[in-house]
């Protein structure tokens, strides 16, 4: 994960801190953590994999 550029969720301020960060800048990988504990376990997804995942949520919101 040496040279991963993370971001924090756009909706991390509203909903108490509940929030996760994404790297995308890495070939071939979505890397995801959670803020609260960045030292923790980080998952690892095909980019066309987050796609559906993110698109999927965005249905539901």
Same mark, same amino acid.
């Given at each position: 994960m040496?040279g991963?550029? &993370? $971001?924090?969720s756009?909706r =991390?301020s509203?909903?108490?801190?509940?929030? !996760?960060?994404v =790297? /995308?800048?890495?070939?071939?990988? !979505?890397? !995801? $953590?959670?803020?609260k504990? $960045? /030292?923790?376990?980080?998952?690892? +997804?095909?980019?066309t994999m &987050? %796609?559906? +995942? !993110?698109? %999927?949520?965005?249905e $539901?919101a």
């Open positions: 040496t991963a550029h &993370w $971001r924090t756009t =991390s509203s909903n108490g801190g509940n929030c !996760v960060e =790297s /995308d800048n890495l070939p071939g990988t !979505v890397l !995801v $953590r959670d803020t504990d $960045r /030292d923790g376990g980080t998952l690892a +997804f095909a980019p &987050w %796609q559906t +995942f !993110v698109s %999927q949520l965005a $539901r």
